[in-house]
């Protein structure tokens, strides 16, 4: 009865913490992004400058705000069901 009202509310929800993880994290400074990584993950990171930089910097706030969604997921299927 309710299951097409769930599923869109499931998913606009999920669209709505992706676009403002992302711009939150598109707003913030990426030294301080690359900063807050682990250290595992930040010494694998390549030193790279230019147009290199900024498509790794794009790719890196896509999975940190992936990561981010998928962290309050159970707290979004809570508020679904």
């Known amino acids: ?15 709505s913490t992706l676009s403002v993880a992302f711009a939150a ?3 913030s400074d990426p030294a301080t992004l690359v900063a807050a990584l682990p250290g595992a993950i930040r010494d ?4 790279v400058d230019g147009a290199a930089a900024q498509e790794g910097l794009l790719l ?8 981010l969604c998928e962290v309050i997921g159970p707290a ?5 069901v």
């Open 60 to 67: 890196l706030r896509a999975q940190v705000s992936l990561g």
């Open 76 to 80: 979004r299927l809570a508020l679904t």
């Open 1 to 15: 009865r309710y299951g097409v009202v769930a599923l869109v509310f499931h998913f606009s929800v999920w669209i």
């Open 25 to 27: 994290l598109s707003a």
């Open 44 to 47: 694998r990171l390549p030193d």
